[in-house]
């Protein structure tokens, strides 16, 4: 990936939110997620290799969308294929510091408020009986 283009195409792309961050109240791009497996330029012509967190993911084709959209913006790029390889299998692990952070964080915010425990439902389930 040593190329001229890489820092705008690492900007570009860190402006691609993961769906599900975003539903999460956490958006973190696809960088931050661990989603961008690589790139290779030739020419005027960008290849992006995505993965998603889940096989399952019905939000691949608006990520691989949402990035092409971005990176056709990068000065020098004419045109972009996206493709999600769906045999990478995505892990927390491949999170940047930053994303895992983030999300601990938001995670440690939302067991605060409203004074909600974790496995509270267990403590209700026993007086019901």
Known sequence: MSNILDPEVSRALSHVFDP???????????IDMGLV???SVE???LDVRLC?????????????????SALLQVPGVETVEVAIDPAV?????????????????RREESIHLGDIKPQQWRAAQGRAQ
Not at 20 to 30: D, E
């Open 43 to 45: 020419g005027s012509h």
């Open 37 to 39: 497996l690589g790139w």
């Open 52 to 68: 998603v967190t889940s096989p399952c993911c019905t939000m691949a084709p608006n990520i691989a969308r949402a990035a092409e």
């Open 89 to 105: 299998r995505w892990t927390p692990a491949r999170m940047s510091e930053e994303g895992r952070s983030r999300l601990a964080h």
């Open 20 to 30: 599900c961050s975003i539903g999460a109240n956490t958006p973190l791009s696809v």
